[in-house]
């Protein structure tokens, strides 16, 4: 996660859907669980945090590049309605493109 990041995601995404029915929101972070904690305290990250030791939610989830550079991806957002189908997936630095993400498939889940 692009470090110049987080703080404004997680700001924006709780002002704007704080409360929201039918919404989880949460981070994920690619590495040891000590230096995910390190991250959460660094950041004062508030929602829950995935810890991907071994690497398979990235396996599992990872969305590359066109070009195939893996790097020019980061960091990664994602929107997974409520069957479990992958919707969104951007690598925008901009918290305003996910929400427009979020708000549209919270709509088509009404």
């Known amino acids: 996660m692009c470090s110049s990041e987080v703080s404004d995601t997680e700001h924006t995404l709780r ?3 704080e409360g929201t029915e039918g919404l989880t929101t949460l981070w994920s972070f690619f590495g040891p669980e000590h230096r995910a904690e ?3 305290d660094q950041y004062g990250l508030t ?3 995935l810890v991907d030791e071994d690497g398979s939610l990235y396996d599992a989830w990872f969305v590359g590049q066109a070009d195939g550079d893996a790097w020019a991806g980061n960091p990664r957002h994602y929107v997974i309605d409520r069957e479990g189908i992958l919707v969104y997936a951007s ?3 901009s918290p ?3 929400v427009d993400a979020l708000e549209a498939t919270l709509a088509d889940s009404r």
């Open 15 to 17: 002002q704007r859907f």
């Open 38 to 40: 390190a991250w959460i």
């Open 47 to 49: 929602f829950p945090v």
């Open 91 to 93: 690598t925008s630095p």
């Open 96 to 98: 305003e493109a996910l």
